[in-house]
């Protein structure tokens, strides 16, 4: 099945600086990766996702970049704000018809004002 | 409003108790998981169906079932609960094959004394 690793674990930036979120999987029949966004006490939100056909993609101050031949996507924001701090999940789909999303262990982003 | 509903929110109950879980969507969907969500953040699938009368087993070992009888509702059941099964659980949805996008509900935190 599928594996997805994801680095860091936490991570701690100034109001204004990037993140970058990293993330690797295993199955290369994978071909649509999301990212999900769960603040303290809420629901996982679905922020942007990118397919396998695709290299990059952006959307505000959010980017999302895959490398389909390393097996490996990455979340970047930008100008990071207080509200911006979150767990932040990567994840992969399992190839095939059984649609399956396996998820990363999440990161938990702190951005100081 | 269309949304994914579950209840209740919060539960305590005793070693040994039998208990369900609440799960309904109004949207519509086929797709419906079950995740089970570590204190320490991490997502494991322990449950999916892919429409009525269909239940598949998810990434996790989990001593709870589920049914699917209507398409907006899908129950997950301990029929003995210990105090291993302390967690949240979160369950999702998503429309068809062409549209990945889950949709979480606000989840159950469930503790076992």
């Known amino acids: 099945g599928e594996n997805v690793e994801q680095h860091p674990s936490t991570l701690s930036v100034q109001e204004g600086d990037s993140a970058v979120i990293k993330c690797t999987y295993s199955?290369?029949?994978?071909?649509?990766f999301p990212w999900y966004k769960q603040e303290l006490g809420k629901r996982p939100q679905l922020i942007i996702d990118i397919r396998s056909n695709v290299g990059e993609k952006k959307d505000q101050r959010i980017a999302v970049t895959l490398n389909k031949t390393a097996k490996h996507f990455s979340l970047h924001i930008t100008e990071t704000q207080p509200e911006d701090s979150a767990v932040y999940f990567c994840?992969?789909?399992?190839?095939?018809?059984?649609?399956?999303?396996?998820f990363g262990k999440g990161t938990l982003l702190t951005v100081n004002p | 409003e269309a949304d994914i509903y579950q209840t209740p929110r919060y539960l305590v109950i005793g070693t040994g108790k039998k208990i369900t879980l609440e799960c309904s969507q109004t949207m519509g969907h086929d797709k419906m998981y079950w995740y089970q969500q570590d204190p320490g953040m991490e997502l494991h699938l322990i449950h999916y169906?892919?429409?009525?009368?269909?239940?598949e087993k998810g990434d996790l070992s989990s001593e709870s079932t589920v049914s699917r009888i209507r398409t907006e509702h899908f129950p997950l059941t301990l029929e003995s609960a210990r105090p291993s099964h302390t967690s949240q659980y979160l369950c999702?949805?998503?429309?068809?094959?062409?549209?990945?996008?889950?949709?979480f509900g606000s989840g159950t935190q469930l503790s076992v004394l």
């Open positions: 169906s892919y429409g009525v009368n269909s239940t």
């Open positions: 999702a949805s998503r429309s068809g094959p062409n549209n990945e996008k889950l949709f």
């Open positions: 994840a992969a789909n399992s190839g095939g018809s059984n649609y399956k999303l396996t």
């Open positions: 199955d290369s029949a994978s071909n649509y």
